[in-house]
């Protein structure tokens, strides 16, 4: 289904693991540090204030993410129409504010990006290959945007 020169990412001991928003690559978003994409993204879920706040200081990505999936807080009613938008702006901001990384996604060239997540068809290619991998999406426009602001 991909090209045979497609740049895959997932875990965190594969190469271009920097490209997971479970990287250790922190960014200032709306006026806070938040440690990684995944927490800003995973907080950006809710309305409540209090709530966003405990997944930002949460120390380990994957419990951001877990309190990101409780459903005992309410998703913001916008959400589904939001989120595609909420991690571009998250993934743009992590390659801008760290130029180590802007040269490793400038390295890829014009390659495909897939993430290669198995549980997960919205944001990777899923258990099949045929998910709609709109994490790599985004960083494929990511890597156009920061090619040109060099």
């Known amino acids: 289904m991909y090209p045979e020169d ?10 271009y693991a920097e490209f997971s928003n479970f990287a250790p690559y922190g960014v200032a978003l709306d006026g806070v ?13 809710f309305m409540d204030a209090d709530y966003r706040e405990k997944i930002r200081r949460e120390q380990r990505p994957k419990a951001a993410k877990e309190l990101g999936m409780t459903r005992a807080y309410p998703l913001r009613a916008d959400w589904e129409e939001i ?7 998250a993934v743009l901001a992590k390659f801008q504010t760290h130029a180590k990384l802007a040269a490793l996604l400038l390295s890829t060239g014009d390659k495909m990006i897939v993430e290669n997540a198995p549980w997960d068809a919205y944001w990777g290619c899923g258990p099949d290959g045929t998910g709609q991998n709109k994490l790599g999406q985004i960083l494929m426009t990511v890597r156009e945007q920061v090619r040109q602001q060099i």
């Open 6 to 15: 497609t740049i895959y990412f997932y875990a965190q001991t594969e190469r």
């Open 33 to 45: 540090w938040w440690p990684t994409t995944e927490h800003f993204f995973q907080a950006q879920k």
């Open 83 to 89: 989120k595609d938008d909420i991690m571009h702006r």
